[in-house]
T-cell receptor
Framework: DTEVTQTPKHLVMGMTNKKSLKCEQHMGHRAMYWYKQKAKKPPELMFVYSYEKLSINESVPSRFSPECPNSSLLNLHLHALQPEDSALYLC?????????????FGSGTQLSVL | AQKITQTQPGMFVQEKEAVTLDCTYDTSDPSYGLFWYKQPSSGEMIFLIYQGSYDQQNATEGRYSLNFQKARKSANLVISASQLGDSAMYFC?????????????FGAGTILRVKS
């Protein structure tokens, strides 16, 4: 099982709204990631949680707030977003096995900010 | 400096033929991992194949193989017997170092179109 589940699949929000993206995995992976991807561009790393602690923040604006309540769940809280934040938000998780660490992605949340 | 370079913005291949997607990388870290992902128009990122810097043999996964040339810092993806369902964006990516939860950096991607 290599499933990372993201909800919702699509989200439309206004610039004054507060919303959250959810990511869940039950593979026992202890590293989880948020990536942002604009159309026809590669994914760009936003945050990494390792053992439920924030280990990497790629200078992401504070209107994006990550949260890792437990080892299976990763949230991304959104507040006062801008239209340029419209993108595909991808969650991923990874586990190291025999020295190899492979990243598995969810199917993403397509976010539109109006 | 660009860490991962994919020089082919788009490629066409005839169904049932093989195709090679190019990827070169730049790192001074002796420990690194190289990945290829497929992204169909639906948006999901599908893991295809992995090559570790210390692996002696080229990685293979079904119809996918990775042509790893360490001295040339290249990690090309070879897809054999192309199928219409292979039409998608393909990303090469690299992780430097062996720490758990390290950053994965992606190349610009190559759009592959399989013709019938």
């Amino acid at each position: 099982d290599t499933e990372v589940t993201q909800t919702p699949k699509h989200l439309v929000m206004g610039m004054t709204n507060k919303k959250s993206l959810k990511c869940e995995q039950h593979m026992g992976h202890r590293a989880m990631y948020w990536y942002k991807q604009k159309a026809k561009k590669p994914p760009e790393l936003m945050f990494v949680y390792s053992y439920e602690k924030l280990s990497i923040n790629e200078s992401v604006p504070s209107r994006f707030s990550p949260e890792c309540p437990n080892s299976s769940l990763l949230n991304l809280h959104l507040h006062a977003l801008q239209p340029e934040d419209s993108a595909l938000y991808l969650c991923a998780s990874s586990q190291k096995v025999l020295g190899e660490e492979k990243l598995f992605f969810g199917s993403g949340t397509q976010l539109s900010v109006l | 400096a660009q860490k991962i370079t994919q020089t082919q913005p788009g490629m066409f291949v005839q169904e049932k033929e093989a195709v090679t997607l190019d990827c070169t990388y730049d790192t001074s870290d002796p420990s690194y991992g190289l990945f290829w992902y497929k992204q169909p128009s639906s948006g999901e990122m599908i893991f295809l194949i992995y090559q570790g810097s210390y692996d002696q043999q080229n990685a293979t996964e079904g119809r996918y193989s990775l042509n790893f040339q360490k001295a040339r810092k290249s990690a090309n993806l070879v897809i054999s017997a192309s199928q219409l369902g292979d039409s998608a964006m393909y990303f090469c990516a690299m992780r430097e170092g062996m720490e758990y939860g390290n950053k994965l950096v992606f190349g610009a991607g190559t759009i592959l179109r399989v013709k019938s």
